[in-house]
């Protein structure tokens, strides 16, 4: 049971390339997230899915794509990456608050996103 | 902008000692958690107070939640040199959408040995 793992762990982009990141849990869990760190500072939210084929925007969602095309998968996308995108992404995910154990989120390792 | 407030930004203790950090928010909340970062990792969870909550223990965390004052403690007693981590509180608003949290921006501890 290796929990929310992330592709790739390392990456440094120039400015106005593009890339995909992949966040995978095997968990069976129906809500998945991505966030961004940046030094000093909590997670802020991007984009969120409460479903397979389902997604939201978070609180700082500009510059950015998801899809969740498959329940155990959650893509976040940069379409032209910029050096204010560097920071580290987390992916996360839960269950439906069937519970009050479900309400915690699982992290991955994070992936360090570099944009000169 | 992040519901919750962290305080102190930085905390260093040595082995033994107990250390605690604060957590204000802003907004009606469903529940309060607190997760641990270590250097590099992903967050890990900690324990989950609920609103109508007060006081609950695990292990030798013990967490305080004040609604009234919007506000919510994390005490770590006897603490070790692998308690030295960021820790940062997270709410969940009644009703978010998605099991949504806001996370603090977070309290850093070093435990000397």
């Known amino acids: 049971n290796a929990g929310v793992t992330q592709t790739p762990k390392f990456r440094v982009l120039k400015t106005g390339q593009s890339m995909t990141l992949l966040c995978a849990q095997d968990?069976?869990?129906?809500?998945m997230y991505w966030y961004r760190q940046d030094p000093g500072m909590g997670l802020r939210l991007i984009h969120y899915?409460?479903?397979?084929?389902?997604?939201a925007k978070g609180e700082v969602p500009d510059g950015y794509n998801v899809s969740r095309l498959k329940k155990q998968n959650f893509l976040l996308g940069l379409e032209s990456a910029a050096p204010s995108q560097t920071s580290v992404y987390f992916c996360?995910?839960?269950?439906?608050?069937?519970?009050?154990?479900?309400?915690?989120?699982?992290f991955g390792p994070g992936t360090r996103l570099t944009v000169t | 902008s992040q519901q919750g407030e962290e305080d102190p930004q930085a905390l260093s203790i040595q082995e033994g000692e107990n250390a605690t950090m604060n957590c204000s928010y802003k907004?009606?909340?469903?529940?309060l958690q607190w997760y641990r970062q270590n250097s590099g990792r992903g967050l890990v969870h900690l324990i989950l107070?609920?609103?109508?909550?007060r006081e609950k223990h695990s292990g030798r965390l013990r967490v305080t939640l004040d609604t009234s004052k919007k506000s919510s403690s994390l005490l770590i007693t006897a603490s070790r040199a692998a308690d030295t981590a960021s820790y940062f509180c997270?709410?969940?608003?009644?009703?978010?959408?998605?099991?949504?949290?806001?996370f603090g921006g977070g309290t850093r501890v070093l435990v000397k040995p």
């Open positions: 996360a995910s839960s269950s439906p608050p069937l519970d009050w154990d479900s309400y915690e989120q699982y």
């Open positions: 968990m069976n869990h129906e809500y």
């Open positions: 899915s409460v479903g397979e084929g389902t997604t």
């Open positions: 907004t009606s909340i469903n529940n």
């Open positions: 107070i609920r609103s109508n909550e």
């Open positions: 997270a709410t969940g608003a009644i009703k978010a959408a998605g099991n949504k949290l806001t």
